[in-house]
């Protein structure tokens, strides 16, 4: 059974750093065909992609907030690391994580951390 | 970037009728078109990919269709368990980007 688990600080302060972590569980990070992405969900809106690491450490990450992100994975122990920088009340929401196939589709999803940005 | 723009916003429709939802890209997707189902307070649940193939496990009552730009979920009789907010989702080629639309609510009527 193929599960992905988000993990990471309820709240977080104004122009601090928000670490979460991804533990994925029924399939490996080195699978040449799989990757996983983070997606975010202000309170009451849209889905927003945020970032994506594939099986051979490649990146790719929203154009409209690359510079505040970085991903990374680390095999040996199933996790994929997000981390923002410079949080601001606006990135308030509900943060998943979820894996791609090999259609580059996310076919399961986390049940999602809750971060709220507040000082 | 491609935008993707849904509609309508919200449809209001009872359990047994036909459900068509549009999803329209500011440029060509190719049938890099995903649709995902999310109810209250539960993860996105992903129903088709590649614009028409079903995801594992998803009733046959949804179906996808579409190429290019302008792109159709269809469900062809509503189970009370379908009233939800779906989306659609985009891919770039290379580097993979993912863009989601604004969502259609389907609301009982």
């Known amino acids: 059974q193929v599960t992905l688990k988000e993990s990471g600080p309820v709240l977080v302060k104004p122009t601090g750093t928000l670490m979460l972590t991804c533990t994925v569980s029924?399939?490996?990070?080195?699978?040449?065909?799989?990757?996983v992405s983070w997606i975010r969900q202000p309170p009451g809106k849209a889905l927003e992609w945020l970032a994506h690491?594939?099986?051979?450490?490649?990146?790719s990450y929203s154009s409209s907030l690359k510079s505040r992100l970085t991903i990374s994975k680390d095999t040996s122990i199933s996790q994929v690391v997000l981390t923002m920088t410079n949080m601001d009340p606006v990135d308030t929401g509900t943060y998943y994580c979820?894996?791609?196939?090999?259609?580059?589709?996310?076919?399961?999803w986390g049940i999602g951390t809750t971060v709220t940005v507040s000082s | 970037e491609v935008v993707l723009t849904q509609s309508p916003a919200t449809l209001s429709l009872s359990p047994g009728e036909r459900a068509t939802l549009s999803c329209r890209a500011s440029?060509?997707?190719?049938?890099?078109l995903a649709w995902y189902q999310q109810k209250p307070g539960q993860a996105p649940r992903l129903l088709i990919y590649?614009?028409?193939n079903r995801a594992t496990g998803i009733p046959a009552r949804f179906s996808g269709s579409g190429s290019g730009t302008d792109f159709t979920l269809t469900i062809s009789s509503l189970e009370p368990e379908d009233f939800a907010v779906y989306y659609c989702?985009?891919?770039?080629?290379?580097?993979?980007?993912?863009?989601f639309g604004q969502g259609t609510k389907v609301e009982i009527k």
């Open positions: 979820a894996r791609i196939n090999p259609y580059y589709s996310m076919d399961v």
């Open positions: 029924g399939f490996s990070l080195n699978n040449a065909k799989m990757g």
């Open positions: 690491i594939f099986s051979n450490d490649e990146k």
């Open positions: 440029q060509s997707v190719s049938s890099y």
């Open positions: 590649d614009a028409s």
């Open positions: 989702q985009q891919r770039s080629n290379w580097p993979p980007r993912w863009t």
